[in-house]
């Protein structure tokens, strides 16, 4: 019998050692034979690959230079290139975040694009660099896969500066004559070979005006940084329209052309893009997107 009682005791003792270690390792959130890391906030919210390095020089409101000598383009937004509207505003707003400073660096999937540049989303201390430039109105969404990560916010993001008439917004919410020119219709994938088929893509705008008005001087840009267009010697009676053919061709008052000579690509991104059209004194007037 004391043979039998001490067995017994044991095995009490194992199995309570045992249930003991079980419930240990499985509270929420635990693993068996894990080890729990407390993630930094940066990598909680931008993955894994991460670099740190000092901003020498800031370029424009979407791009800088680090003290290595490259250069890093800030992913899913696109801020005014020189000589465009608000150019100054958004590389000011830029230079205030990162310049002199040391920054993180988080990689998406694309880390390079065809320029040789750095494609990263960018911390300077807690502040989302990326996020804030498209909060403040400084720069536009841009969304180029496959670096998608972010896209979401960043569209909540423009939505809230176009909605309380931040930056290059505010154009928008401050209607003056000049507001009267708006964009009334794109016509982006024409059917057929793009080659064949430019003049068939275009942007219209129309004069909403009772009156005459004048659109030289104005700018029409889509969302990327490459491609823009301004108005010359061009007078819209009440009511007409004009329409901007992306290819090639001679200019009358109802049809201009954008691309003489023409480039290789079209204007307008068959999967979605945004048309803005800014007034002759940088102002934006109306925007489009499909």
């Known amino acids: 019998m ?8 044991v095995t009490l003792l194992v199995f309570g ?13 635990n693993t068996p034979g894990a080890v729990s890391v407390q993630k930094t906030k940066t990598e909680a919210v931008a993955g894994t ?13 979407d791009t800088f230079q680090l003290n290595t000598g490259e250069k890093v383009r800030l992913i899913g937004i696109n801020a005014p290139e020189q000589n465009q509207p608000n150019y100054s505003d958004a590389k000011k707003s830029l230079q205030n975040m990162v310049l002199g400073k040391s920054i993180d660096l988080q990689f998406d999937v694309a880390k390079k694009d065809r320029y040789g540049r750095l494609l990263a989303y960018v911390y300077a201390g807690n502040v ?3 996020l804030k430039q498209v909060e403040t109105g400084e720069a536009v969404i841009e969304t180029i896969p496959p670096n998608v990560k972010y896209a979401g916010e960043f569209a909540s993001a423009q939505k809230s500066a176009r909605d309380n008439c931040k930056g290059i ?25 793009d080659a064949a088929v430019k003049n068939s893509e275009w942007v219209e705008i129309v004069n909403t005006c009772s009156e005459i008005r004048s659109v030289s001087g104005y700018l029409i840009k889509d969302s990327s940084a490459g491609n823009s267009y301004i108005f010359k010697n061009l007078t819209l009676f009440p009511k007409q329209k004009v329409k901007l053919h992306s290819g090639c061709g001679t200019d009358t008052a109802i049809d201009v052309y954008w691309q003489c000579p023409e480039k290789k690509s079209m204007v307008w991104n068959n999967s979605g893009d945004t048309a803005y059209l800014y007034d002759n004194t940088g102002k934006m007037v109306s925007e489009m997107s499909y």
């Not at 039998?4 to 005791?9: A, E, M, N, T």
């Not at 670099?51 to 370029?59: D, L, Q, R």
């Open 2 to 9: 004391r043979v039998r009682s001490s067995l017994f005791i």
């Open 17 to 29: 050692f045992l249930a003991v270690l079980s419930a240990r390792f499985n509270k929420p959130g």
């Open 49 to 61: 690959q991460t670099s740190s390095a000092e901003v020498k020089k800031v370029i424009d409101g």
């Open 128 to 130: 989302f660099v990326n």
């Open 169 to 193: 917004w505010q154009g928008l919410c401050n209607q003056t004559a000049t507001s009267c020119v708006q964009i009334a219709s794109i016509n982006p994938d024409p059917k057929g070979p």
